[in-house]
T-cell receptor, first 111, second 116 residues
Framework: LAKTTQPISMDSYEGQEVNITCSHN???????ITWYQQFPSQGPRFIIQ???TKVTNEVASLFIPADRKSSTLSLPRVSLSDTAVYYC????????????FGKGTKLSVIP | GAVVSQHPSWVICKSGTSVKIECRSL??????MFWYRQFPKQSLMLMAT?????????EQGVEKDKFLINHASLTLSTLTVTSAHPEDSSFYIC????????????FGEGSWLTVV
Protein backbone atom coordinates (compact mmCIF):
# COMPACT_ATOMS: atom_id res chain seq x y z
CA LEU A 1 0.00 0.00 0.00
CA ALA A 2 1.67 3.16 -1.22
CA LYS A 3 1.40 5.96 1.31
CA THR A 4 1.33 9.47 -0.03
CA THR A 5 2.60 12.67 1.53
CA GLN A 6 1.60 16.13 0.35
CA PRO A 7 1.94 19.62 1.76
CA ILE A 8 -1.05 20.46 3.92
CA SER A 9 -1.69 23.80 2.29
CA MET A 10 -0.43 26.21 -0.36
CA ASP A 11 -1.26 29.78 -1.27
CA SER A 12 -0.93 31.31 -4.71
CA TYR A 13 -1.90 34.50 -6.48
CA GLU A 14 -4.19 34.45 -9.45
CA GLY A 15 -2.43 33.91 -12.75
CA GLN A 16 0.54 32.09 -11.28
CA GLU A 17 1.61 28.55 -12.01
CA VAL A 18 1.17 26.22 -9.05
CA ASN A 19 3.13 23.03 -8.50
CA ILE A 20 1.98 20.54 -5.90
CA THR A 21 4.29 17.66 -5.13
CA CYS A 22 3.29 14.29 -3.72
CA SER A 23 5.76 11.81 -2.25
CA HIS A 24 5.10 8.11 -2.63
CA ASN A 25 8.33 6.37 -1.73
CA UNK A 26 6.97 2.82 -1.74
CA UNK A 27 5.05 2.98 -5.00
CA UNK A 28 4.66 -0.44 -6.59
CA UNK A 29 5.65 -1.32 -10.13
CA UNK A 30 2.07 -1.51 -11.36
CA UNK A 31 0.77 1.57 -9.52
CA UNK A 32 -0.57 4.56 -11.39
CA ILE A 33 -0.59 8.10 -10.03
CA THR A 34 -3.84 9.99 -10.18
CA TRP A 35 -4.72 13.49 -9.02
CA TYR A 36 -8.13 14.68 -7.96
CA GLN A 37 -9.64 18.04 -7.10
CA GLN A 38 -12.32 18.38 -4.45
CA PHE A 39 -14.55 21.31 -3.64
CA PRO A 40 -16.49 21.42 -0.35
CA SER A 41 -19.49 19.09 -0.28
CA GLN A 42 -18.65 17.58 -3.66
CA GLY A 43 -17.07 14.34 -4.75
CA PRO A 44 -13.47 14.46 -6.01
CA ARG A 45 -13.06 15.32 -9.67
CA PHE A 46 -10.49 13.55 -11.83
CA ILE A 47 -7.71 15.86 -13.04
CA ILE A 48 -4.95 13.75 -14.53
CA GLN A 49 -3.31 10.34 -14.37
CA UNK A 50 0.13 9.09 -15.27
CA UNK A 51 2.56 6.24 -14.90
CA UNK A 52 5.91 7.79 -15.77
CA THR A 53 7.53 10.87 -17.37
CA LYS A 54 5.13 13.66 -18.25
CA VAL A 55 1.45 13.79 -18.99
CA THR A 56 -0.44 16.88 -20.08
CA ASN A 57 -4.10 17.56 -20.64
CA GLU A 58 -6.22 20.65 -21.06
CA VAL A 59 -6.18 21.55 -17.38
CA ALA A 60 -2.90 20.32 -15.89
CA SER A 61 0.44 18.62 -16.32
CA LEU A 62 1.81 15.76 -14.30
CA PHE A 63 5.55 15.27 -13.92
CA ILE A 64 6.87 11.94 -12.71
CA PRO A 65 10.62 11.39 -12.28
CA ALA A 66 12.28 8.18 -13.36
CA ASP A 67 12.26 6.65 -9.88
CA ARG A 68 8.51 7.40 -9.56
CA LYS A 69 8.90 8.11 -5.85
CA SER A 70 7.21 11.45 -6.25
CA SER A 71 5.00 13.31 -8.66
CA THR A 72 4.19 16.96 -9.29
CA LEU A 73 0.87 18.34 -10.39
CA SER A 74 1.29 21.59 -12.29
CA LEU A 75 -1.64 23.97 -12.67
CA PRO A 76 -0.94 26.78 -15.14
CA ARG A 77 -2.29 30.26 -14.43
CA VAL A 78 -4.57 29.46 -11.53
CA SER A 79 -7.77 31.36 -10.93
CA LEU A 80 -9.93 31.83 -7.84
CA SER A 81 -12.05 28.88 -8.91
CA ASP A 82 -9.04 26.58 -8.50
CA THR A 83 -9.24 27.03 -4.73
CA ALA A 84 -9.84 23.45 -3.59
CA VAL A 85 -8.24 20.43 -1.99
CA TYR A 86 -6.01 18.38 -4.27
CA TYR A 87 -5.34 14.72 -3.62
CA CYS A 88 -2.83 12.39 -5.20
CA UNK A 89 -3.81 8.76 -5.26
CA UNK A 90 -1.43 5.91 -5.96
CA UNK A 91 -2.61 2.46 -6.84
CA UNK A 92 -3.82 0.11 -9.49
CA UNK A 93 -7.40 -0.88 -10.19
CA UNK A 94 -6.79 -4.53 -10.89
CA UNK A 95 -5.71 -7.11 -8.39
CA UNK A 96 -5.50 -6.79 -4.66
CA UNK A 97 -5.17 -3.16 -3.73
CA UNK A 98 -6.44 -0.33 -1.65
CA UNK A 99 -7.06 3.18 -2.89
CA UNK A 100 -6.53 5.23 0.20
CA PHE A 101 -6.52 8.99 0.21
CA GLY A 102 -3.86 11.01 1.98
CA LYS A 103 -4.67 14.29 3.66
CA GLY A 104 -4.57 16.32 0.46
CA THR A 105 -3.28 19.83 -0.22
CA LYS A 106 -5.55 22.79 0.38
CA LEU A 107 -4.78 25.31 -2.37
CA SER A 108 -5.94 28.85 -1.73
CA VAL A 109 -5.82 31.22 -4.68
CA ILE A 110 -5.59 34.84 -3.68
CA PRO A 111 -6.83 37.71 -5.87
CA GLY B 1 -14.51 11.89 -17.91
CA ALA B 2 -16.95 9.16 -17.03
CA VAL B 3 -20.05 9.99 -15.03
CA VAL B 4 -20.93 8.54 -11.67
CA SER B 5 -24.17 9.61 -10.05
CA GLN B 6 -25.31 9.27 -6.46
CA HIS B 7 -28.81 9.48 -5.09
CA PRO B 8 -30.01 11.03 -2.92
CA SER B 9 -27.74 14.06 -2.65
CA TRP B 10 -28.87 14.56 0.90
CA VAL B 11 -31.11 12.68 3.25
CA ILE B 12 -32.37 13.15 6.78
CA CYS B 13 -33.52 10.13 8.71
CA LYS B 14 -34.60 9.33 12.22
CA SER B 15 -32.33 7.49 14.58
CA GLY B 16 -32.90 3.74 14.38
CA THR B 17 -34.10 3.69 10.79
CA SER B 18 -32.22 2.52 7.73
CA VAL B 19 -31.32 4.56 4.70
CA LYS B 20 -30.10 3.52 1.27
CA ILE B 21 -27.75 5.46 -0.99
CA GLU B 22 -27.41 4.53 -4.64
CA CYS B 23 -24.35 4.88 -6.83
CA ARG B 24 -24.68 4.51 -10.58
CA SER B 25 -22.14 4.57 -13.36
CA LEU B 26 -24.03 6.28 -16.17
CA UNK B 27 -21.82 5.82 -19.20
CA UNK B 28 -19.57 2.91 -18.40
CA UNK B 29 -19.67 -0.44 -16.70
CA UNK B 30 -18.15 -0.44 -13.25
CA UNK B 31 -16.48 -3.70 -12.36
CA UNK B 32 -15.31 -2.16 -9.12
CA MET B 33 -16.94 0.36 -6.82
CA PHE B 34 -15.73 1.99 -3.64
CA TRP B 35 -17.53 3.66 -0.78
CA TYR B 36 -15.98 6.43 1.30
CA ARG B 37 -17.13 8.62 4.12
CA GLN B 38 -15.80 12.06 4.80
CA PHE B 39 -16.15 14.21 7.88
CA PRO B 40 -15.90 18.01 7.60
CA LYS B 41 -12.39 19.26 6.82
CA GLN B 42 -11.02 15.73 6.72
CA SER B 43 -9.87 13.43 3.96
CA LEU B 44 -11.91 10.62 2.49
CA MET B 45 -11.89 7.37 4.46
CA LEU B 46 -12.31 4.18 2.46
CA MET B 47 -15.10 2.06 3.89
CA ALA B 48 -15.30 -0.83 1.46
CA THR B 49 -14.47 -2.09 -1.98
CA UNK B 50 -16.90 -4.12 -4.04
CA UNK B 51 -16.53 -6.05 -7.25
CA UNK B 52 -19.63 -6.74 -9.29
CA UNK B 53 -21.27 -9.95 -8.20
CA UNK B 54 -19.03 -10.44 -5.18
CA UNK B 55 -19.28 -9.58 -1.53
CA UNK B 56 -17.76 -6.29 -0.52
CA UNK B 57 -14.40 -6.13 1.22
CA UNK B 58 -14.63 -3.88 4.25
CA GLU B 59 -11.85 -1.83 5.77
CA GLN B 60 -10.79 -2.53 9.29
CA GLY B 61 -13.14 -0.94 11.77
CA VAL B 62 -16.09 -0.70 9.39
CA GLU B 63 -19.05 -2.79 10.53
CA LYS B 64 -20.26 -4.83 7.60
CA ASP B 65 -23.60 -5.54 9.26
CA LYS B 66 -24.22 -1.86 9.73
CA PHE B 67 -23.07 -0.65 6.33
CA LEU B 68 -24.55 -3.07 3.84
CA ILE B 69 -23.07 -2.83 0.37
CA ASN B 70 -24.58 -4.44 -2.69
CA HIS B 71 -23.02 -4.41 -6.14
CA ALA B 72 -25.38 -6.64 -8.06
CA SER B 73 -24.91 -5.08 -11.50
CA LEU B 74 -22.16 -3.39 -13.47
CA THR B 75 -23.85 -0.01 -13.16
CA LEU B 76 -25.27 0.06 -9.65
CA SER B 77 -24.00 -0.23 -6.12
CA THR B 78 -25.95 0.56 -3.00
CA LEU B 79 -24.91 1.44 0.52
CA THR B 80 -27.48 0.86 3.23
CA VAL B 81 -26.86 2.33 6.64
CA THR B 82 -28.85 0.17 9.01
CA SER B 83 -30.16 1.32 12.38
CA ALA B 84 -28.65 4.72 11.81
CA HIS B 85 -27.43 6.81 14.72
CA PRO B 86 -26.40 10.46 14.86
CA GLU B 87 -22.73 9.49 14.75
CA ASP B 88 -23.36 8.00 11.30
CA SER B 89 -24.10 11.49 10.00
CA SER B 90 -21.49 12.17 7.36
CA PHE B 91 -20.77 12.79 3.70
CA TYR B 92 -20.76 9.49 1.82
CA ILE B 93 -19.04 9.27 -1.55
CA CYS B 94 -18.85 6.43 -4.01
CA UNK B 95 -16.42 5.89 -6.83
CA UNK B 96 -16.33 3.45 -9.70
CA UNK B 97 -13.93 2.04 -12.22
CA UNK B 98 -13.73 -0.57 -14.95
CA UNK B 99 -10.62 -2.69 -14.47
CA UNK B 100 -11.01 -4.10 -17.94
CA UNK B 101 -10.32 -0.77 -19.58
CA UNK B 102 -8.03 1.25 -17.36
CA UNK B 103 -6.90 2.37 -13.96
CA UNK B 104 -9.02 5.44 -13.44
CA UNK B 105 -11.79 5.71 -10.92
CA UNK B 106 -14.46 8.38 -11.04
CA PHE B 107 -16.39 9.76 -8.11
CA GLY B 108 -20.01 10.50 -7.50
CA GLU B 109 -21.24 13.84 -6.22
CA GLY B 110 -21.56 12.58 -2.68
CA SER B 111 -24.53 12.14 -0.37
CA TRP B 112 -25.06 13.98 2.89
CA LEU B 113 -26.65 11.86 5.58
CA THR B 114 -28.03 13.50 8.69
CA VAL B 115 -29.44 11.28 11.40
CA VAL B 116 -31.67 13.04 13.92
Amino acid sequence: LAKTTQPISMDSYEGQEVNITCSHNNIATNDYITWYQQFPSQGPRFIIQGYKTKVTNEVASLFIPADRKSSTLSLPRVSLSDTAVYYCLVGVLAGSYQLTFGKGTKLSVIP
Amino acid sequence: GAVVSQHPSWVICKSGTSVKIECRSLDFQATTMFWYRQFPKQSLMLMATSNEGSKATYEQGVEKDKFLINHASLTLSTLTVTSAHPEDSSFYICSAGDLRSGNTIYFGEGSWLTVV
